[in-house]
């Protein structure tokens, strides 16, 4: 079983390819559903967080068609020892403008700022929506473990083909200095893995493999089936639960991936 990293470790330099020098001209990240319409749902509380429909339909063809023109690379089918067994083609590119405008121009900031939905229209006086509001800001901070301050500049483009998969694995905690347009350099850390499938396909699904407790000895697997569009936030670092990304049976199953960012 693969060994769970602590969140003061750093993947080795080597482990991951070095991002891509490319500047990809991203389309525009539209039409996009309000945040008013969408949902935190917890699939598994304090885990596992399920935006769907987050990314339309056509959003979702419009970025799938351009990452497939991207210089993906295929990772190697024997990997280094003591890491987990991925055979999936990837992209990988450092890219801060791209990070604000997933987090800022879709309503990823809106929902992870406010994921009890919190907002004007429920008509709190001043006083009790003052409380309210500080009552919100110790659960975000419990939540995301820390102040969210934006997304992993560190975007990462997964593609899975017939055959390939991701095996049993947790993902590492890193930090790093935060930079956004306009504002100085923040040091930061990721909390948790942001994942956004853009196709279905058979097979392929995400399986996490919650830990035993007194209450449970035997915990069932939770497993998320790829879906065009849908968000997926799972904790990392210390608190990561084992999990792996299924062998892809018939389709292809593009991922695009970053990190949230909390402040130190």
Known sequence: MPKKPSSKQQPPPTSTPKPSSLNPNW????????????????????????????????????????????????TPGKPKKGDAVRVNDRFQIQDVGFAEMLWSQTALSELVMHPGGVSDEYGYDDEEEEEQIEEEEIDVKHTWGGDPIGLNPNIRIYRYSKGQFFAQHYDDSNTLTFTKPGQPPRAARTTWTLLIYLTGCEGGETVFYPEATRADRNPAPVSVAPEPGMALLHRHGDRCMLHEGKEVRQGEKWVLRSDLVVAR
């Open 27 to 74: 389309p525009p990240l539209r039409p996009l559903v309000p945040s008013t319409s969408l949902t935190l749902d917890p699939l598994l509380p304090d885990q596992i967080y399920l935006i769907r429909n987050f990314f339309p339909s056509a959003l979702c063809k419009t970025y799938a068609a351009f990452l497939a023109s991207l210089p993906l690379t295929t």
